[in-house]
């Protein structure tokens, strides 16, 4: 069984960074698309980053473009989400989600999709 766990949020001022980690476990497939995507309040959840399991391809949401990078680190079954010059639109419950590539045509489609499995998430407070 798939299990996805977020750690990393917290509170920052605007304009601090936080890191934010997932460890993933329980997968048996090799290629993966593993993905951030958040919910700020109010608002529909959004992708923010997507990464592939070889570590070639990053996409990144126009608003945060430069300012949050998405890496992992294979060899521990974590993904990372980098976040800098925080802003208070920032604030958002975040989500770490993954797909078995061989079931998608790219790991945008699976993003479109809704990934196949979900952390619960970790919360990011950003105040001004």
């Given at each position: ?7 990393g ?5 605007a ?6 980690s997932?460890a993933a476990?329980g997968?048996t497939?090799v290629?993966?698309?593993m ?8 608002k529909?959840?959004e992708?923010?980053a997507r ?7 990053r996409?990144y ?5 430069g300012?949050?990078?998405?890496s992992?680190d294979?060899?521990e079954n974590?993904?990372?989400l980098?976040?800098?010059s925080?802003?208070?639109?920032d ?12 079931r998608?045509?790219s790991?945008?489609?699976?993003m ?5 499995y979900?952390g619960?998430g970790t919360?990011v407070?950003?105040s001004s």
């Amino acid at each position: 069984q798939v299990q996805l766990v977020e750690s990393g949020g917290g509170s920052v001022q605007a304009g601090g960074s936080l890191r934010l980690s997932c460890a993933a476990s329980g997968y048996t497939y090799v290629r993966y698309c593993m993905g951030w995507f958040r919910q700020r309040p109010g608002k529909e959840r959004e992708g923010v980053a997507r990464i592939d399991s070889g570590g070639g391809s990053r996409w990144y949401a126009d608003s945060v473009k430069g300012r949050f990078f998405i890496s992992q680190d294979s060899a521990e079954n974590t993904l990372y989400l980098q976040m800098n010059s925080l802003k208070p639109e920032d604030t958002a419950m975040y989500y770490c989600a993954q797909a078995d590539e061989s079931r998608y045509y790219s790991c945008s489609q699976a993003m479109d999709y809704g990934m196949d499995y979900w952390g619960k998430g970790t919360l990011v407070t950003i105040s001004s």
